[in-house]
């Protein structure tokens, strides 16, 4: 393997646009949840969120939601001036909108009616399943890969993970609702400590494609950017598998490649949460009303993308 770690400011970078994305994830998954039991103005004040982080990313790198601002080798342009203000914004607007969904919900009766002693997961089914993420940590599992196996600059800040034990529908949006405070204090302490430097490994041609600028004006970049882009050229692959994982919105996102050497993959596989997550829902719908359902299918925030597989 090559053995090149990316940049201490990449890394930094790449933790808050993470945990944005993952504010933007629970505010989906709990407003929907509201939605679905009946409470419209909390569904309303999640989304307007969510706009608000979208506006931050296009200002980020050009697209709102299904970017590819970071990439191997790390990012395809550096944060500006103008985003860390929006996100400066944010941090100071977004904790009162927090706090007024809480009001809304938290102690709603309907909702509280409706969502607690409803789909309850054990902490020993929740293990059996291989449930990770916000729907295991409803249910007593403590484990994050945050905490348990630090990545980019996650080692570096000082946050908490939310745990709750009852493992039922309102435990699951209580525990995204402070992860989503917790990422609020990930994301301030990283935007007022970005290391200075460059955002990728372009000290080694053989892994990060170039800049376009470089592209464009040098001959050099030109040739850079062809050499990694052929499938016959690049970097050698080696003979060897390897299994990384990150802690997504959802719970563990991992992938798995083999390499016999060529240029393709030997063997690729995807560990998305929203299979194993799904795989729980006749289980936990058991025994329950039909109404019932929609709360259940919502705390688990399926994503019908991670299913087709």
Known sequence: MLGIELTPR???????????????DHLLCNGAVGLDTGAFT????????????????????????????TRVGG????????????????????PKTLDDMERLLTR??????????????????????????PVARASGVTRDLRKDEPYLAYRDFDFSVPCATTGDCYARYLVRMDEMRESLS???????????????VGIDQRVARP??????STIEGTISHFELSM??????????????????????????IAGDGNDTAYRARCRPPSVLH?????????????SDVVAVLGSLNIIAAELDR
């Open 75 to 94: 990012l395809s342009q550096d944060i500006t001036p103008l985003v860390i203000e929006k996100i400066r914004t944010f941090l100071k607007t977004f």
């Open 186 to 200: 990930i994301v301030a302490q990283a935007l007022e400590n970005i290391p200075a430097g460059p955002i990728d």
């Open 108 to 133: 709603n009766r309907i909702f509280v009616d409706r969502t607690k002693g409803v789909g309850v997961l054990t902490k020993a089914e929740a293990t059996a399943y291989g449930a990770t993420g």
């Open 42 to 69: 909390f569904f309303l004040y999640g989304f307007q969120q969510r706009e608000v982080i979208y506006d931050i990313f296009e200002t980020l790198c050009g697209a709102r939601f299904t970017n590819s601002y």
């Open 10 to 24: 990449c890394t930094y970078i790449r933790t808050i646009v993470a945990e944005l994305a993952r504010i933007s």
């Open 211 to 216: 800049d376009k600028r470089q592209v464009y």
């Open 278 to 290: 799904f795989s729980l829902f006749p289980h936990l719908i058991r025994g329950h009303t039909l």
């Open 231 to 256: 499938s016959n050229r690049g970097f050698e692959v080696p003979n060897e598998e390897s299994y990384a994982a990150i802690e997504a919105p959802n719970g563990e996102l991992g992938f798995y």
